[in-house]
């Protein structure tokens, strides 16, 4: 932090960007017995570098760096399907809330005529109107995203009258109206054709400054002749004002319709202007404008609720009808959140409620006209303004005031009458502050005011006659009174007694009565505490007394001055998660809740007796915390204080912002950064309020913000779904018409088709989608399902992509659903069909081949088994033969040689029978 004009110790804030480091110094050496090392961590802990910043409306900025082709932001328009539309002085851009398309004339006949954008309009059709300054008229198909142009010709009267287009208007459907710089044009959006209208009274090269639609056969014009009402079917002219008051002399600059009154811009006016009755209302007037540069005129104008926004050459005008208040919003090159430019060129009101700023240096949006949550900071040489930009102590007092306690001393705000009145140091005034770093504040049963310093020690504020004074009380007993001299937390007691944790004297009490303010030091026993620097303080339900140290843990005293410590153990995931505790807490229901540098932590069961007793004896006590970290959605590690609101929850100051804690879901509801209207993300210690109204005060780096927590009401608007791009192994997939040659196109764009295709051999997808909603788009969460892969819907965070690998050929459904900064979801989400075309080989030909060849093989199997069936058939049929052939000749030889042995056997007979009778007869 540097030093500020209001700052004598500015070489304490030089060194705070150092001494950050200091925190974790303290976690690896837990002991500091030296003032100087409390001194430094006093610095690292609450340290922040200052910011001025304006109150209320706040700018998100947009510009070439964030790929906006050119900062000087002519039109603004929202189309149909959710996207902006940006015409800028060098070419056109869609964005969704993630990323920049951008069109640009790159020398084809299909691409912008002309890359200085004037005015934009959405036809009935869908089709885009871009008017160009010297290019003529473009009409953008936005699904193919090709350009068809109309031009002036000088030898064609039923071309544009001027190429260079100042005004765009529909009316009736498909008609448009162009507003040139040589007149009125006609066009017929259906066939083309183009008619001027150069007649009544409007003479030619006269500008036509404003256009807008009356009734069906009316427009209202301005000329040098005033305010026009031109009606379409008969070409007349009337002169319904007279242009001595709004004429071309006046440079009116836009017309609006609103119910019976016409709402003329001029250049140094905004007038109503009643019809029947003639008479006029001048709703803001620059002349009248506090504050206003002399030069200022007014360009564009908007009308959202009770809120009139006037863009002009020098700032944007805000009045607000329900106070009747008018301020001018202006660029401050120290605040980050200040108008980008004060040349503003356009204005529109978005769907989701945020309103865009087009400027000369980029593009701004503000989320909410009327942020529930305020902001106060330190503005440089502004004495209704903080007295510096950190917050570090905070207190209210009997009267409703704030106490803002700062590096560079107090200011006391009234928020009843918005006044400002600054404490500070004098080394000239005894009765001054004693040190300008206001570390602590409290106030007791009786309300005296007591304020604790860095290197200034306890104050006693008193205030007379509307005059404050301070006294100091010193340290009594201490070898080193130095000690004492650095008050970081101040808790009230009973019977006039304070309690005092001071860096370096260990825990301190102040007697209101006598004035005396006596310490008890580390003594090595159980008598005093164990760590001398001590951060916070907490008395608990039964009088013990509970002691944030910066290293050694959380300390407890018992009403007899006994002193015990918990202490983190790595090897306990029940103990406490830091031995660097920074705040504590006892909830309704006697848990003991603890802020450390590594997150959060409860007690598993409310406080007593039993457990107590165990750490004064310095008894183990296992699995004591539950712990909560990141995985439960803090932000950020380092808890600087625990505020309850009154209706159930705890607010946490972090690092990283602000964060909403549901106790009974045990989980962070909701985040506030400065999206939400903070003045900065990191906050400090001791910063923070409930008021008696249930005003919730919260300081930091950059300043107090405040708010009732009633009054936080969510979006309620879920974000529109749209796809929005295509890669095929992370290369962009472009339109067919922008890039005819390229191997694979999309033949619209992907928000506008239903069904995808896609080829076996694209491996490597990638999908990209956007929640349309822009109140902190940044903040858009998402979450996707693929239907026919994964029936499970898989959270991607902010995240707005999904790659998906080697898909199998098929049909799937890609379905995505978008919640916005708030997490209200879209559960209808976007859907889109996929089909993985399968390669060759899986095809149905191929199928049909595959069966083919399998028949094929089949009856070739079957006939070459049929032959060999045949075969061995025919072999065993010839082996049959033969067989028979052998039995026949064995059987013929056989009967041949019986027939042989018989004869033979018959004669032997005979012979043997002759003989044995005897011989021949």
Same mark, same amino acid.
């Given at each position: 932090m540097r030093g500020s004009m209001h700052d004598p110790n500015g070489w304490i804030h030089d060194a705070c960007v150092a001494c950050k480091f200091v925190v974790l110094y303290v976690m690896v050496r837990p002991c500091l017995s030296d003032v100087k090392h409390a001194c430094l961590l006093v610095l690292g802990?609450?340290?922040?570098?200052?910011?001025?910043?304006?109150?209320?409306?706040?700018?998100?900025?947009? &510009?070439?760096?964030?790929?906006?082709?050119?900062?000087? $932001?002519?039109?603004?328009? #929202?189309?149909?399907?959710?996207?902006?539309?940006?015409?800028?002085?060098?070419?056109?851009?869609?964005? %969704?809330?993630?990323?920049?398309?951008?069109?640009?004339?790159?020398?084809?006949?299909?691409?912008?005529?002309?890359?200085?954008?004037?005015?934009?309009?959405?036809?009935? %059709?869908?089709?885009?109107?871009?008017?160009t300054f010297g290019g003529g008229l473009d009409r953008l198909d936005p699904g193919t995203g090709r350009f068809a142009h109309h031009r002036h010709h000088a030898d064609n009267p039923a071309s544009l009258s001027s190429d260079r287009v100042l005004g765009l208007l529909e009316h009736p459907a498909g008609v448009l109206w162009v507003r040139t710089s040589k007149g009125l044009d006609r066009l017929d959006a259906g066939n083309g054709s183009i008619t001027r209208y150069l007649k009544g009274g409007v003479t030619e090269d006269e500008l036509i400054g404003a256009i807008a639609a009356d009734d069906e056969d009316h427009l209202l014009l301005q000329g040098a002749a005033g305010l026009l009402r031109f009606t379409l079917s008969t070409g007349h002219i009337e002169v319904v004002r007279p242009g001595n008051a709004s004429g071309s002399g006046q440079g009116v600059t836009s017309l609006a319709r609103d119910g019976q009154h016409i709402v003329v811009l001029e250049n140094r006016a905004l007038l109503r202007f009643d019809r029947s009755s003639g008479?006029?209302? $001048?709703?803001? #007037?620059?002349?009248?404008?506090?504050?206003?540069?002399?030069?200022?005129?007014?360009?564009?104008?908007?009308?959202?609720?009770?809120?009139?926004?006037?863009?002009?050459?020098?700032?944007?005008?805000?009045?607000?009808?329900?106070?009747?208040?008018? !301020?001018?919003?202006?660029? !401050?090159?120290?605040?980050?959140?200040?108008?980008?430019? %004060?040349?503003?060129?356009?204005?529109?009101?978005?769907?989701?409620?945020?309103?865009?700023?087009?400027? *000369?240096n980029g593009l701004d949006r503000i989320d909410r006209v009327e942020p529930p949550v305020r902001a106060l900071t330190h503005v440089p040489g502004e004495t209704n303004s903080l007295i510096h930009a950190s917050v570090t102590a905070l207190l209210e007092d009997g009267r409703g005031r704030i106490w803002i306690g700062t590096p560079s001393g107090i200011t006391i705000w009234d928020p009843a009458v918005r006044s400002f009145n600054h404490l500070r140091h004098n080394s000239r005034e005894p009765a001054s502050l004693s040190a300008d770093y206001v570390l602590s504040m409290s106030a007791d049963a009786e309300g005296r005011i007591l304020v604790g310093t860095l290197g200034?020690?306890?104050?006693?504020?008193?205030?007379? #006659?509307?005059?404050? /004074?301070?006294?100091?009380?010193?340290?009594?007993?201490?070898?080193?009174?130095?000690?004492? &001299? =650095?008050?970081?937390?101040?808790?009230? @007691?009973?019977?006039?007694?304070?309690?005092?944790?001071t860096g370096g004297a260990g825990l301190c009490r102040f007697n209101a009565l006598d004035g005396s303010l006596t310490c008890q030091g580390t003594t090595g026993t159980s008598d005093g505490p164990s760590h001398p620097y001590l951060f916070s303080l907490l008395e608990d339900d039964a009088k013990h007394l509970w002691m944030g140290t910066a290293g050694g843990g959380l300390l407890l005293r018992d009403p007899q001055g006994r002193f015990g410590a918990l202490r983190h153990k790595p090897e306990d995931m029940g103990s406490i998660n830091a031995d660097l505790v920074l705040c504590a807490y006892q909830d309704k229901d006697g848990h003991l809740w603890c802020g450390t540098v590594n997150g959060l932590c409860r007690t598993r069961s409310p406080l007593n007796d039993t457990m107590r007793h165990a750490i004064l004896d310095a008894r183990p006590l296992e699995g004591l915390f539950q712990r909560y970290g990141r995985a439960e959605g803090l932000p950020n590690e380092v808890i600087y204080g625990i505020q309850p609101d009154g209706a159930g929850r705890l607010w946490l100051t972090t690092n990283a912002g602000l964060v909403e804690w549901d106790p009974v879901l045990s989980k962070a509801a909701r985040i506030l950064d400065t999206?939400?209207?903070?003045?900065?993300?990191?906050?400090?210690?001791?910063?923070?309020?409930l008021a008696r109204d249930g005003t919730l005060y919260f300081g930091g780096a950059n300043g107090l913000c405040s708010?009732?927590?009633? &009054?936080?009401?969510?979006?309620?608007?879920?974000?529109?779904?749209?796809?929005?791009?295509?890669?095929?192994?992370?290369?962009?997939?472009?339109? /067919?018409?922008?890039?005819? %040659?390229?191997?694979?196109?999309?033949? *619209?764009?992907?928000?506008?088709?239903?069904?995808?295709?896609?080829?076996?051999?694209?491996?490597? $997808?990638?999908?990209?989608?956007?929640?349309?909603?822009?109140?902190?788009?940044?903040?858009?969460?998402? !979450?996707?399902?693929?239907?026919?892969? &994964?029936?499970?819907?898989?959270?991607?965070?902010?995240?707005?992509?999904?790659?998906?690998?080697?898909?199998?050929?098929?049909?799937?459904?890609?379905?995505?659903?978008?919640?916005?900064?708030?997490g209200v979801w879209n559960e209808e989400g976007a859907a889109l069909a996929i089909h993985i075309i399968a390669p060759p080989w899986m095809r149905w030909y191929a199928f049909v081949g595959y069966a083919l060849f399998i028949v094929?093989?089949?009856?070739?199997?079957?006939?070459?088994?049929?032959?060999?069936?045949? !075969?061995? @058939?025919?072999?065993?049929? /010839? =082996?049959?033969?033969?067989?028979?052939?052998?039995? #026949?000749?064995?059987?013929? *030889?056989?009967?041949?040689?019986?027939?042989?042995e018989a004869g033979a056997r018959i004669t032997r007979i005979n012979l043997y029978t002759l003989d044995w009778c005897g011989g021949a007869p």
């Open positions: 802990v609450i340290c922040a570098t200052a910011h001025g910043q304006s109150g209320g409306i706040r700018f998100h900025h947009l &510009d070439n760096t964030d790929g906006l082709p050119q900062n000087s $932001v002519n039109a603004i328009l #929202e189309d149909r399907h959710g996207f902006m539309w940006f015409g800028t002085q060098d070419g056109l851009c869609r964005y %969704d809330g993630h990323t920049f398309i951008t069109y640009r004339n790159d020398g084809s006949p299909k691409s912008l005529a002309n890359n200085y954008v004037w005015c934009m309009l959405e036809a009935s %059709d869908g089709s885009l109107w871009i008017g008479a006029e209302e $001048v709703l803001v #007037e620059s002349e009248a404008l506090r504050d206003a540069d002399p030069r200022i005129g007014f360009q564009c104008s908007l009308i959202k609720g009770d809120h009139l926004f006037i863009g002009s050459t020098h700032g944007l005008v805000v009045r607000d009808a329900s106070t009747g208040t008018t !301020r001018i919003l202006r660029h !401050r090159g120290d605040d980050p959140t200040s108008l980008a430019d %004060d040349h503003i060129l356009a204005l529109h009101a978005g769907t989701s409620g945020e309103i865009w700023v087009g400027t *000369r200034g020690g306890l104050n006693e504020a008193v205030e007379q #006659e509307g005059m404050v /004074r301070f006294k100091r009380h010193h340290a009594q007993g201490l070898a080193d009174p130095r000690r004492a &001299d =650095i008050v970081h937390h101040i808790l009230p @007691a009973t019977n006039s007694h304070t309690w005092l944790a999206g939400d209207g903070l003045p900065g993300r990191e906050f400090n210690q001791n910063a923070f309020l708010f009732r927590p009633e &009054d936080l009401v969510a979006n309620q608007r879920p974000p529109i779904v749209r796809f929005t791009g295509l890669a095929l192994f992370n290369e962009p997939v472009p339109l /067919r018409d922008a890039s005819p %040659d390229a191997a694979f196109s999309l033949e *619209r764009a992907l928000h506008l088709l239903d069904r995808l295709e896609l080829a076996w051999h694209h491996r490597v $997808v990638t999908i990209t989608f956007a929640g349309l909603s822009f109140i902190a788009p940044e903040k858009n969460t998402y !979450r996707y399902q693929l239907e026919g892969f &994964d029936d499970r819907w898989t959270e991607t965070g902010t995240r707005n992509d999904v790659t998906f690998t080697n898909l199998a050929p098929g049909d799937y459904v890609l379905r995505v659903q978008a919640a916005n900064n708030d094929g093989v089949l009856y070739a199997l079957f006939r070459y088994r049929l032959r060999e069936v045949r !075969r061995e @058939a025919y072999t065993v049929a /010839r =082996i049959e033969r033969a067989r028979q052939e052998d039995r #026949e000749r064995f059987r013929s *030889r056989s009967a041949a040689d019986f027939h042989d």
